[in-house]
């Protein structure tokens, strides 16, 4: 059973086009989280949510909006797309409530902007 | 610069030497944790160790915490082909809301058989 999926596995756009990645965790978990991997393997946070808070890396573009329906779904809306959010993104969860949680990853979705 | 910075960048041994990775991080934490990436992949969790604490065993791996320092580091003993993956030490740091993880830049271990 997938702890956490992520669809789709690759993505190429043009850009200017507007996409999503859907996220599913069904591990009961409270928070999911949002990661975007450059080229170089560097790992950045994106967003945390739970059902209470959406916490949002400052460093990210308002074209980047989380969208989550229920608890086990956090999707990601990428609007205008622009060459430099060719990356690989990461979805991930975890019980949270404390500071001692590990984080469950999904296995990434690659996007590619033309 | 980034918080969670390891050492080396890239690391090649043979089959049952041991492999140590440093990180170096800038502010107080809550938790480091170690996390294994394998090429394609998305990462997997190895072990957390609190800030309260300085060692910490799981299998083959073994981690120490230097607070005082900001420094963590991964040792894995009699390496295998299969731990050939790359290894990122993520920081929980105190001043963070909502349990955001910050990752550092990775070190490539490359086991040789």
């Known amino acids: 059973d997938t702890a956490v999926s992520q669809t789709p596995k690759y993505l190429v756009t043009q850009m200017g086009n507007d996409k999503s990645i859907k996220c599913e965790q069904n591990l009961g978990h409270d928070t999911m989280y949002w990661y975007k991997q450059d080229s170089k393997k560097f790992l950045k946070i994106m967003f945390s949510?739970?059902?209470?808070?959406?916490?949002i890396n400052e460093t990210v573009p308002n074209r980047f909006s989380p969208k989550s329906p229920d608890k086990a779904h956090l999707n990601l809306h990428i609007n205008s797309l622009e060459l430099g959010d060719s990356a690989v993104y990461f979805c991930?969860?975890?019980?949270?409530?404390?500071?001692?949680?590990?984080?469950?990853f999904g296995p990434g979705t690659r996007l590619t902007v033309l | 610069s980034q918080q969670g910075e390891e050492d080396p960048q890239a690391l090649s041994i043979q089959e049952g030497e041991n492999a140590t990775m440093n990180c170096s991080y800038k502010t107080s934490i809550n938790n480091l944790q170690w996390y294994r990436q394998n090429s394609g992949r998305g990462l997997v969790h190895l072990i957390l160790i609190r800030s309260n604490e300085r060692e910490k065993h799981s299998g083959r791996l073994r981690v120490t915490l230097d607070t005082s320092k900001k420094s963590s580091s991964l040792l894995i003993t009699a390496s295998r082909a299969a731990d050939t993956a790359s290894y990122f030490c993520?920081?929980?740091?105190?001043?963070?809301?909502?349990?955001?993880?910050?990752f550092g830049g990775g070190t490539r271990l490359m086991v040789k058989p």
């Open positions: 991930a969860s975890s019980r949270g409530g404390d500071y001692y949680n590990e984080q469950f």
């Open positions: 949510y739970n059902n209470k808070e959406l916490i």
């Open positions: 993520a920081t929980d740091a105190m001043s963070n809301a909502g349990n955001m993880l910050t």
